[in-house]
């Protein structure tokens, strides 16, 4: 497919774009033997949406653990509760399957703190941000990255609610399961679409070039200028 993707999109260009919502199953996970059924199902697929959320907190310095796990697939969004229970082993299988691709943006810290709750060996993830500029993308959040690549707006209205209530409201759950699975999708287009990386910068004018290795050599094989020692000197004064 030909790429007619646009390097950037501002905020006046995406609040005229129609709100992006998952359509399918959410399920909600807070004990383990719910996992179990939710993982073998995630297992069953080649590539699924992958995101977590965070209780926010407003006092500097303090950070609270993972609350919420999202893993979706086309047709049904899990949303495994880790702040009601454990990272059990069916979902840790998930996390190291290298047979089901994790998609997801700025995986790197949800990996770390996943690591938190429990060690693991990350496997088979692939992160939106580090891939989106081989398609000439230079923004880098899931708002902008959709925008860009499906001309659609995700809503981020419940960013900042409380991850850790006791019951999530169907706000949350949409929210959730939308920011996971529309990784998914974007990285399908992405697959079917010809890529045409970002253009190198250009050299800032006016620049000072850098020595080259043959005026680095020159400068060592400069001769060093002997000066005369005093009559009985040792040289080790």
């Given at each position: 497919m030909e790429n007619n993707f646009a390097t950037n999109i501002d905020n006046d260009q995406l609040s005229l774009l129609p709100v992006c919502a998952f359509r399918g199953k959410i399920v909600?996970?807070?004990?383990?033997?719910?996992?179990?059924?939710?993982?073998?199902?995630?297992?069953?697929?080649?590539?699924?949406?992958?995101?977590?959320?965070?209780?926010?907190?407003?006092?500097?310095?303090?950070?609270?653990?993972?609350?919420?796990?999202?893993?979706?697939?086309?047709?049904?969004?899990?949303?495994?509760?880790?702040?009601?229970?454990?990272?059990?082993?069916?979902?840790i299988k998930v996390l190291e399957s290298e047979d089901t691709l994790k998609v997801g943006a700025d995986i790197k810290n949800d990996i770390r703190a996943l690591q938190e709750l429990r060690r693991f060996k990350p496997k088979g993830f692939a992160d939106l941000q580090g891939m989106v500029a081989e398609w000439g993308i230079a923004d880098k959040s899931v708002r902008k990255m959709a925008g860009i690549i499906m001309g659609v707006r995700v809503s981020k209205a419940q960013r900042l609610s409380n991850w850790e209530a006791a019951t999530l409201t169907p706000a949350q759950q949409m929210y959730a399961v939308t920011d996971a699975w529309v990784c998914e999708r974007m990285y399908g287009v992405l697959m079917r679409t010809d890529k045409r990386p970002l253009p190198m910068p250009e050299p800032v004018a006016g620049e000072p070039e850098k020595a080259g290795p043959s005026t680095e050599r020159k400068r060592r094989r400069r001769p060093r200028r002997k000066i005369a020692k005093p009559e009985g000197s040792t040289g080790k004064e």
């Open positions: 909600v996970v807070d004990d383990p033997e719910a996992a179990e059924a939710a993982c073998a199902d995630l297992l069953s697929h080649a590539v699924i949406g992958f995101d977590t959320e965070t209780r926010p907190t407003f006092r500097p310095g303090a950070l609270n653990k993972v609350a919420l796990l999202q893993l979706s697939t086309p047709e049904t969004g899990y949303l495994f509760r880790l702040c009601k229970m454990p990272l059990v082993k069916p979902v």
